[in-house]
Structure formats: structure tokens, C-alpha cells
């Protein structure tokens, strides 16, 4: 399995560079050099406003060290976002694992960074549901962000299915917030989040909901750059952002992200996730 994955990076490496100098730069002429603007986007976890709250600064700050325009692309849902990266649209993206590398297979992202925090997927109920273990779901009704959200909602169901033998019914409500309103307000049984992404919200809503139930934790979200920006924009980015981070108040932008602790990041960190043959759950 390994072998295998690795001898696809080589062939996608080589799909890549012959793609990316032939149509990825014709693309490039248009979005990158002509306006000299980096698009910048974002996996829709939480509503657009919030997004921008949080990206917005750090672009800010970035802008300041490395002198390069950003502008920050915004996608209600996340399967917009999805057809976005696929499409190359963005010169930099924050994406989940799963993203990472279907966005390398289709376009050829370079993961830059990460946190080194992994994240888990957690399933949540009322906290005053009756309901305290998964196989207590059968034939309900659990919401998840959306079919591709990896914790949250694809590795999730991957694991109630193939673990619990667990029959459900999905419904997809676009953002993590949203599920865990409709979990607060007691329209569904249960829904799918991430740790992260739950302790985000506010301590009002957080305390209407119970876990039960965390998956295997997972390598954190990476920030990409598409292979058009050259190696040394590329670079200048990366170093960036370590820069950036390094300070007070660096940290404290990155913690709304969250990022706690940012290392540099490989496509070969994310090799570990294809022993779920998560395709078989995931949406074109």
C-alpha cells in the first residue's frame, strides 16, 4: 500500500510539472502575474464572517512582512470550496487532510505548514439525550458538515459504518457551527464536528452537547501553495508565516485558526489516511 502511494506521488509529480507549464500557466498569466494578487482560500468550517474575522489579520500581517497583495476568496460551503481548489483557483489554501491530497492529485498543492496538534472527529448529542453510545443511532438521523468535511463528517461515517455497522440517516448542513445548532435544538439525534471546531464555539452552546464518541486522531490541516507561485515565492510564504508566528501576537491570530503549534508540512504526512479508502464515502 505504501509502495503504491508513493509511486503515485511520482506519477503525479511528473503530471504536474508537464500541466502546470502547459495549462496552469497560461492561468497564471491571467490570476497571478497580470494583478500580482495571491488568492487566498479557506475551508468554509465556520460562516464567512467568522472566516474573515480570523484570516483577515493574518493576511494583514503577512502583507507587511513579505510586501506580496493576498486576497482572501470566500466559499459558503464547502463543496464550493472544493470545486475551487480542484479548479486551481486559489495560489494558497487552508484545506483539511482529505483536501491535501485530492487537491495534490488535481492540481499538484504543495503542503507549506501545519499544526502540530493532530485533530479528532467527534460525535455529538443533546446533552440531555437519552442516547449515550453510537449503536444507540440505528435508523436516526445524524447531520454532518458536509460529505468531504474529514473528521467531522468522511472519516466519521467511514468508521460508524465499517466499525459499527451502524445504519443511519445523513443530512448535510453546510458548517460545524450549524451542526452543532442542530444538535443544541434537539432537530436530530446526533451530529459530526471536530474537537477543534467545537471548542471554538460558545460556552452556552457547547454546554447543550455531549460526546460520544472520538475517532483516531488525525495529522492537522496544512496550509498549500499551488505550483504555479515560484519555488522562491513559495519560500518567502513559508518563512513568512514562521516569522509571523513567532511572535505574540502571530500566536494569538493563529489561535482562532486554530493552529497551537505550526510546523512545516509534506504531502507525505497525510500518506496515513489512505488506509481508510475514504473515497468510497467521499462526493465528487
Not at 512582512?65 to 481548489?85: C, H
Not at 443511532?137 to 467511514?158: E, H, Q
Request: net charge positive; charged share 25%; with cysteine.
Amino acid at each position: 500500500m505504501i509502495k503504491l502511494f508513493h509511486l503515485k506521488l511520482k506519477l503525479i509529480r511528473i503530471f504536474v510539472l508537464y500541466t502546470s507549464f502547459a495549462a496552469g500557466f497560461a492561468y497564471s498569466a491571467v490570476v497571478y502575474s497580470s494583478e500580482n494578487v495571491l488568492t487566498v482560500g479557506v475551508v468554509p468550517q465556520f460562516d464567512q464572517r467568522q472566516l474573515f474575522r480570523n484570516w483577515k489579520p493574518i493576511l494583514v500581517e503577512l502583507e507587511k512582512i513579505t510586501s506580496f497583495k493576498f486576497k482572501l476568496v470566500g466559499s459558503a460551503k464547502i463543496p464550493i470550496f472544493e470545486k475551487q481548489f480542484n479548479q486551481g483557483i486559489y495560489d494558497i489554501a487552508y484545506m483539511n487532510p482529505y483536501h491535501a491530497l485530492k487537491a495534490y492529485a488535481s492540481q499538484g498543492y504543495i503542503p507549506l505548514v501545519r499544526d502540530k496538534v493532530k485533530i479528532k472527529g467527534v460525535l455529538v448529542v443533546n446533552k440531555k439525550s437519552p442516547i449515550t453510545s453510537v449503536r444507540q443511532l440505528a435508523n436516526k438521523t445524524i447531520v454532518f458538515p458536509s460529505p468531504n468535511a474529514l473528521g467531522a463528517s468522511l472519516l466519521m461515517r467511514c468508521i460508524l459504518i465499517e466499525k459499527f455497522n451502524l445504519k443511519f440517516k445523513s443530512k448535510f448542513v453546510h458548517t460545524h457551527s450549524s451542526v452543532y445548532l442542530h444538535v443544541a435544538k434537539n432537530l436530530v439525534a446526533a451530529g459530526g464536528g471536530v474537537d477543534r471546531t467545537l471548542v471554538r464555539e460558545a460556552k452556552a452552546l457547547q454546554d447543550r452537547l455531549r460526546i460520544i464518541y472520538t475517532t483516531p486522531e488525525i495529522v492537522g490541516h496544512p496550509m498549500v501553495v499551488h505550483p504555479r507561485i515560484p519555488d522562491a515565492k513559495r519560500q518567502a510564504i513559508k518563512l513568512a508565516l514562521f516569522k509571523l508566528f513567532a511572535t505574540d501576537k502571530g500566536r494569538e491570530l493563529f489561535k482562532h485558526i486554530p493552529i497551537k503549534e505550526m510546523i512545516p508540512a509534506s504531502i507525505e504526512d497525510y500518506q496515513p489516511l489512505v488506509k481508510y479508502n475514504l473515497d468510497k464515502y467521499s462526493k465528487k
